[in-house]
């Protein structure tokens, strides 16, 4: 029991000494080796700095410094907002023609619709077919609106109230330059009174007597004409001119007035056996069934129709 306790006496002794051993030896340690600890804190500092950390700011002088790394959220956030003011350049779109309809929203414009003019008087038929019922028939110079375009020499139109189908070679995107006869006096006054008299251009209208003294002005030796009469035909209506005459001399005028149909305001000339419409004129002449006689069958005069 006591050598034990000598024994616990002795490492408590030692102990003792030991520390005061170290107080003891302290102070003999050089100076330069007591600074040491600082200089390794102060070098630990730098390589943080430079490793991207930063030093806790509220942190004590006397305890250690935490570094922090950099918050990436907001190195993103700083790039994206440099990016939204960043002088990128933007090119404005170009504007799209739109109108608002009723209830505001935005519609793409609807395209104008095209305007067209009758060359010469023309039918309105029904149907796209030189056999189709005629609604009506529409002057030279007339203006229609197409609706859509044309097919097979057809062109579908919009004329006034009434919707139908006029023969494309008929029509033209021009508008007339000058405007067709409307009056008597200004028919008798394109061109001077036949030599022959113009007994005949009583009850006529003012085409039917421009054609005559067109005629009369242009192959003076033609002198006979019909003119009005009751029988219920074309010429019951005043519109219609029988000019009497035969052979190539009779070719010849037909041939004239074809090729003034326009000016004159024709939609007809019958001669010979043989039909010619404004309506079809890109089908030429046509053959006509024989009606029994040679003035029936107009060898012997030329029949002119006009609007």
């Known amino acids: 029991m006591t050598v034990h306790a000598r024994r616990s006496a002795g490492v408590s002794t030692?102990?003792?000494?030991?520390?005061?051993?170290?107080?003891?030896?302290?102070?003999?340690?050089?100076?330069?080796?007591?600074?040491?600890?600082?200089?390794?804190?102060?070098a630990a500092v730098a390589t943080a700095l430079c490793a991207g950390l930063v030093?806790?700011?509220?942190?004590?002088?006397?305890?250690?410094?935490?570094?922090?790394?950099?918050?990436?959220?907001?190195?993103?956030?700083?790039?994206?907002?440099t990016l939204s003011r960043g002088s990128i350049d933007r090119e404005a779109l170009i504007p799209v023609s739109t109108s608002a309809s009723p209830d505001g929203d935005q519609t793409t414009a609807a395209a104008a619709p095209t305007v067209l003019y009758v060359v010469s008087a023309a039918y309105l038929r029904a149907k796209p077919s030189a056999s189709?019922?005629?609604?009506?028939?529409?002057?030279?110079?007339?203006?229609?609106?197409?609706?859509?375009?044309?097919?097979?020499?057809?062109?579908?139109v919009t004329a006034g109230t009434q919707a139908g189908y006029v023969n494309s070679a008929l029509l033209t995107t021009s508008a007339p330059t000058k405007k067709a006869v409307t009056s008597k006096a200004a028919a008798a006054s394109?061109?001077?009174?036949?030599?022959?008299?113009?007994?005949?251009?009583?009850?006529?209208?003012?085409?039917?007597?421009?054609?005559?003294?067109?005629?009369c002005a242009t192959f003076p030796e033609i002198t006979a004409y019909g003119g009005v009469r009751g029988d219920g035909?074309?010429?019951?209506?005043?519109k219609a001119l029988?000019?009497?005459?035969?052979?190539?001399?009779?070719?010849?005028?037909?041939?004239?007035?074809?090729?003034?149909c326009g000016k004159l305001g024709i939609v007809e000339i019958i001669y010979q056996q043989k039909i010619?419409?404004?309506?079809?004129?890109?089908?030429?002449?046509?053959?006509?069934?024989?009606?029994?006689?040679?003035?029936?069958?107009?060898?012997?005069?030329?029949?002119?129709l006009v609007s």
Not at 16 to 39: C, E, I, N, Y
Not at 137 to 151: I, N
Not at 233 to 238: V, W
Request: net charge positive; with cysteine.
């Open 132 to 156: 189709a019922s005629v609604l009506t028939t529409l002057s030279a110079g007339a203006q229609v609106t197409a609706v859509g375009g044309a097919a097979g020499g057809w062109q579908q």
């Open 233 to 238: 035909s074309e010429h019951a209506s005043g």
């Open 55 to 81: 030093l806790t700011a509220s942190a004590p002088a006397s305890q250690s410094a935490v570094a922090a790394p950099l918050s990436a959220t907001a190195t993103r956030s700083r790039d994206v907002d």
């Open 276 to 304: 010619w419409t404004t309506q079809r004129a890109s089908e030429g002449w046509r053959a006509m069934p024989d009606r029994g006689s040679a003035t029936a069958n107009h060898f012997d005069h030329i029949h002119v």
């Open 190 to 215: 394109a061109y001077p009174a036949c030599a022959s008299g113009s007994a005949v251009e009583v009850g006529l209208v003012a085409n039917t007597i421009l054609v005559h003294r067109a005629v």
């Open 242 to 260: 029988d000019i009497m005459t035969s052979g190539a001399r009779g070719a010849e005028i037909a041939a004239w007035l074809q090729a003034n």
């Open 14 to 42: 030692a102990s003792a000494d030991v520390g005061s051993g170290a107080k003891r030896s302290l102070p003999q340690v050089p100076s330069g080796l007591r600074k040491r600890p600082f200089a390794i804190s102060t």
